[in-house]
């Protein structure tokens, strides 16, 4: 099997088949067959168009024609404009013109007006910091009195010297008794040739799941260089 070129991500939202209504979001890694240029992935989230209200995730990889630079992920919350209350997901690859240092993810709520609609920001921000080993901090905090709960994402580095690393998400449960889930995020090698496969799991853990609006209250933990 071949060792080089592009791939793009594919999250899938599949149908557990059980009375709880649970689902299981798949993410692959499927090639591209392009070993040239730059590239954006997008997020979209589609209508499956069934009465049950489930929504399938589609993550693409836009060619983006820019072969230089560094680049920030900018993720955008866009209303559909539907009684539904859809929204769709938008995830872009943004130059930050600068070809050194390493850089860290930073994520970001900015509410866009006062309808309670609100824009994700991902930006990419340089971290000053030669060890490679970064933390992402998430955290959600739900609107209403139901409970809160905190999004943990970290990036922890596989203990080889390949430069591997593997990617964690965990929800815990901080309160509430209306259910609670764990979100399970593990990257799997597929062969020896260094392709791997992302794979996301929700994992109901027990009660109902209730639909609520969320916010996004962002704690950052990234160290920034001291000043002069």
């Known amino acids: 099997m071949h060792t080089t070129g592009v791939f793009a991500l594919k999250l899938t939202l599949v149908r557990v088949y059980d009375t709880t209504g649970v689902f299981a979001l798949?993410?692959?890694?499927?090639?591209?067959?392009?070993?040239?240029?730059?590239?954006?992935?997008?997020?979209?989230?589609?209508?499956?168009?069934?009465?049950?209200?489930?929504?399938?995730?589609?993550l693409t990889l836009v060619r983006v024609?820019?072969?230089?630079?560094?680049?920030?992920?900018?993720?955008?919350l866009v209303k559909v404009y539907d009684t539904t209350g859809v929204f769709a997901l938008k995830l872009t690859l943004v130059t930050v013109y600068d070809t050194t240092g390493v850089f860290a993810l930073?994520?970001?709520l900015v509410k866009v007006h006062t309808t309670g609609v609100f824009a994700l920001k991902l930006t990419l921000v340089k971290v000053y910091d030669t060890t490679g080993v970064f933390a992402l901090k998430l955290t959600l905090v739900i609107v209403h009195t139901t409970g809160v709960f905190a999004l943990k994402l970290t990036l922890m580095r596989v203990h080889d010297t390949t430069g591997v690393f593997a990617l964690k998400l965990t929800l815990v449960r901080v309160y509430d008794t209306t259910g609670v889930f764990a979100l399970k995020l593990t990257l799997v090698i597929v062969h020896t040739t260094g392709v791997f496969v992302l794979k996301v799991t929700l994992v109901r853990v027990h009660a109902y799941h209730r639909s609520l609006r969320l916010k996004t209250d962002i704690g950052e933990c990234i160290p920034q260089e001291s000043s002069p």
């Open 26 to 58: 798949k993410l692959t890694l499927v090639r591209v067959y392009d070993t040239t240029g730059v590239f954006a992935l997008k997020l979209t989230l589609v209508r499956v168009y069934d009465t049950t209200g489930v929504f399938a995730l589609k």
């Open 65 to 76: 024609y820019d072969t230089t630079g560094v680049f920030a992920l900018k993720l955008t």
């Open 106 to 108: 930073k994520l970001t």
